[in-house]
């Protein structure tokens, strides 16, 4: 006879919230039912999944080895629930974004909110490392991200149109004039850059490399918008992608005559996470977008 759904539900509930009285309270049910749902769980198997002191209880070590299986059973479960339910129309529900700017991803969520009101959007940004984690870990839905890695197997990607980095300074510096630089007359000067594990600064630090130069002079500072508050400071000169250096009086942009600074960033979802209604509206909604931008 295989095992009882109801055996398994009742012991993950346990395990879950350490306790019996809780556990009863979440399923709905009696803890008396709670309680011999799970000792005759233990019977049958000959085994204790559970050492009871008193009021506070434990896992055995069988236990904790059936948790962490129950642990993705219901997971599966409750993305089967949510999968039916965004099958019907979408009146409601929440789509959790990541991003690394605001400056491609609000176009795009602007666009699905206006066909999907409804809808609830959150936005956390990060850097690329941030991003890629709460993408698998789960802690978003879809992600805006530069340059991911093509061989990873578990994303799901679409392609938005490539941009550049560009230098800027601030309207007193030397450079506010000129129409470009190079690589050798950036590296004499002192560069402001993001923390390590942002796109633009990797991005740059490898053209750099590339070019047989050292970066002597750097300033890091966390985030764009302080490496802009530093560079019309006259702290020095920041790198920045050309579609966020939003319009500053302050700051002049100017192009790398001797390197390629191009950057790519897609719209990035787990394989497994497409299928959930919400994601897959907006997954149709970008991809049409593209088409019509092409």
């Known amino acids: 006879m295989p095992i009882s759904h109801a055996h398994l539900r009742s ?5 879950t919230h350490g306790s019996f009285t809780r556990a009863s309270e979440m399923l709905n049910i009696t803890q008396p039912t709670l309680s011999g749902q799970v000792k ?3 019977e049958r198997y000959g085994t204790r999944l559970f050492i009871r002191h008193g009021r506070r209880i434990e896992l055995t070590d069988i236990g904790k080895s059936a948790f962490s299986i129950t642990r993705l059973i219901f997971r599966h479960e409750e ?3 949510h999968l039916l339910q965004s099958a019907r129309a979408l009146t409601s529900g929440l789509l959790r974004v990541g991003a690394d700017s605001p400056y491609i991803a609000t176009p795009l ?5 206006r066909l999907y009101p409804g809808i609830q959007i959150s936005i956390q940004y990060g850097n690329s490392q941030q991003l890629m984690s709460w993408i698998v870990s789960r802690s978003c839905d879809v992600a805006f991200m530069p340059n991911i890695p093509q061989e990873d197997e578990r994303l799901y990607s679409i392609p938005l149109p490539p941009g550049r980095l560009v230098v800027f300074v601030n309207q007193d510096h030397d450079w506010a004039e000129r129409r470009s630089v190079t690589i050798e007359e950036l590296v004499m000067q002192r560069i ?3 923390e390590k594990g942002s796109l633009t600064r990797s991005i740059f630090e490898e053209a750099v490399a590339q070019a047989g130069q050292l970066l002597p002079d750097v300033m890091e500072i966390s985030g764009r918008e302080g490496v802009r508050e530093a560079v019309a400071a006259g702290f020095g000169v920041g790198i920045v992608a050309e579609n966020e250096l939003v319009a500053d009086s302050r700051l002049r942009a100017l ?3 001797n390197a390629e600074l191009a950057h790519a960033e897609y719209v990035v979802c787990l394989q497994e996470m497409r299928s959930l209604r919400v994601n897959d509206a ?3 909604m970008v991809n049409a977008s593209q088409k ?3």
């Open 40 to 42: 005759e769980l233990e």
């Open 192 to 194: 402001v850059l993001r």
């Open 109 to 113: 969520l602007a666009q699905f909110q």
């Open 79 to 81: 993305e089967v629930e």
């Open 11 to 15: 012991f993950h509930a346990v395990a």
């Open 255 to 257: 192009p790398v005559s």
């Open 292 to 294: 019509d931008s092409s």
């Open 282 to 284: 907006f997954l149709e």
